[in-house]
């Protein structure tokens, strides 16, 4: 793609309707095609390594941390992920399950990057960013595809695909994959005991009903494994908690369905209907998790100047869990209804030159009720080089059931004449929403032909944060044998700010050689209130890097090769110990024919291994990140 190419990529995440990127007023990356195949990387979390200002950090085999602008831990709970508009992100434990999302990179078409605030059109939990995964049409994948490789890490892993039409303005495609991944190392240097790995296999299928009518349908399932290892309470008397081995079993279901509807050249309609079915196990709990959602959208232009959307929301949430000694909740079943809608107006104050955008997002849940995030967007378009913009959002993160239900065992532990202690975590039904009020200001600039600059710059400030806040110990006998209790209740006592900026370039060096230098600052100031007795205010603000950089390098070689490389370095976390690090990724592809390949790639191949995080609060414990190289063949076909 050439650099006014990449300006004037479309997205839809930010308004729900297509702009140029260079005109949204939003920090929006968009990885592109080129970037997926180009990357090295074999799944979602080590492709958005590559966006500026998104933290990325992997904890074990199967489990990534990954958030924007802070708050980064195991159950990120400020990052809404869609994949073609279905929430990923879990309502049950808050954050998002990414070993679950093994979408085949080859389905993808873009992942769209917001960094900040897209409640007023996406709702709660859009808080900090949002992250749209936008599969290709069943069009798109025409013929067959066939992938495989393995490595040292990366044991084995496959792609089969086949797209077709089956006339009458339909088409089809049929996936499967399958991956299988080695053990890493644990903090001792010993086997980290978290080897994975997961089938997942999908249909997706489009029809053009009318002239202005467009059906699409898709259907996902996906069955997995992994091995980790958790610190549980094993028993009350005599009181131990240990490090176990643990199994744990995944699998999950979707349809999703979507209509697109054309009333006219100016007015359009989509709805879209989808379940979501997920569940995991282990010998320390069971979860399921159950989601209809029903989402409705007009956009229409009003005269010349205006362009509005608006739409209708429903969404019908139900979990059953299975108690443990480790965690339970209380009710073990919930279900909970959420309403909501959404009003967006973009004004062309001056034609082609500046554009005012107002929305607002109304919903109400049955945890903590009504809610409102608006928005105020400005984009000046200075020149056909040169975009400013500005924006100003309020957002919120609602309580998920685990803020409210859950009761967790912590750590048991002998107490005074042997009576044994329990420290435990409660929920607090009263628990209320989290609120973000963010400013941002931005630029976007092209300098001849050759390149562009992307900067951000954001002030966030936090109230009612969820803390976690020490109760007066009381007895408890069921469980038997009696046992003192120490309670930690969540309650909302902390608030804060953070301030930061970031920056990506594209160099086209030559028609061969492209260069993408990013990179981000951030600073994190957290605050309790003088009635809270919370101690996490320094693990919140050491547990996320202050500075990132990353460069990628893609190059054109004589013969059919290309050489692409990545590095990334990610600052220290200083609360955890964990020190800085510079991770590189770097392949050779081949191309001997139009449809057929071969790559290697090696990754992380500055060191033998490196620790990315050691959270506290993560539910399963750390492991090192290994140096580790894979093969890959890639051929299709009609």
Known sequence: MSIEDLMNVKVTSVSKTEQKLSRTASAVF?????????????????????????????????????????????????????????????????????????????????????????ASVWGANAVNGVISIITKKADQTRGGLVTGGGGTNEQGFGTVRYGGTLGNGEAYRITSNYSNHSDLLNLSGQ???????????????????????????????????????????TSISPPASQVLALREQFSGWSIVSKWDHVISRHSDTSLQVYFDRFNRHNPTY??????????????????????????????????????????????????????????????AIRPDRLFLTLGAKLEHNGISGFTIQP???????????????????????????????????????????????????????????????????????????????????????YTNLRSTEPMAPYLESNPSPPHLIEPLVFANLLFGETHGAEASINWRVSSRWTLSPGYSFLAMHMHPRPTSQDAGVPEAEGSNPAHQAQLRSNLNLPGHFQFDSSTFFVGRLPFQNVPSYTRLD???????????????VGQNLLADHHLETNNTDQIVLSSLIKRSGYAKVTWSFK
């Open 30 to 118: 968009v990885i592109t095609q080129e970037d997926i195949e180009r990357s090295g990387a074999t799944n979602i979390p080590d492709l958005l390594r590559m966006v500026p200002g998104l933290d990325v950090a992997q904890i074990n085999g199967s489990t990534w941390a990954i958030s924007a602008r802070g708050f980064n831990d195991q159950s990120s709970d400020k990052l809404l992920v869609l994949i073609d508009g279905r929430a990923v992100y879990s309502p049950l434990f808050s954050g998002v399950f990414w070993d679950a999302q093994a979408v085949p990179l080859e389905n993808i078409d873009r992942i769209e990057v917001i960094r900040g605030p897209g």
């Open 191 to 233: 086997s980290g005991d978290d080897s994975w790995n997961e089938f997942r296999a999908s249909l997706h299928a489009d029809k053009q009903l009318t002239a202005n009518d467009f059906i699409t349908v898709g259907i996902n399932g996906y069955s997995g494994g992994e091995n980790e290892r958790v610190s549980t309470v």
């Open 286 to 347: 069971g979860q399921g998790f159950d989601t209809i959602d029903i989402d409705f959208q007009h956009h229409f232009d009003w005269g010349d100047r205006q362009e509005i959307v608006w739409g209708l929301g429903y969404r019908h949430e139900s979990d059953a869990f299975q108690a443990t000694l480790r965690v339970s909740f209380d009710p073990e079943d919930r279900t909970d209804q959420i309403f909501s809608s959404f009003f967006q107006d973009q004004i």
């Open 375 to 461: 928005s105020a967007r400005i984009a000046w378009i200075v020149n056909t080089k040169t975009t400013i913009w500005s924006s100003f959002s309020i957002a919120d993160r609602t309580p998920s059931f685990a803020d409210v239900d859950v009761r967790f065992t912590e750590a048991a532990i002998p107490g005074p004449g042997g009576l044994p202690i329990l420290v435990t975590v409660f929920g607090n039904p009263q628990e209320g929403n989290e609120h973000l009020y963010a400013t941002e200001l931005g630029s976007r600039q092209e300098f001849g032909t050759h390149v562009s600059i992307d900067l951000t710059a954001f002030f966030n400030q």
């Open 586 to 600: 770097a392949g050779v592809t081949w191309h001997p024919g139009e449809r057929f390949s071969i790559s290697l």
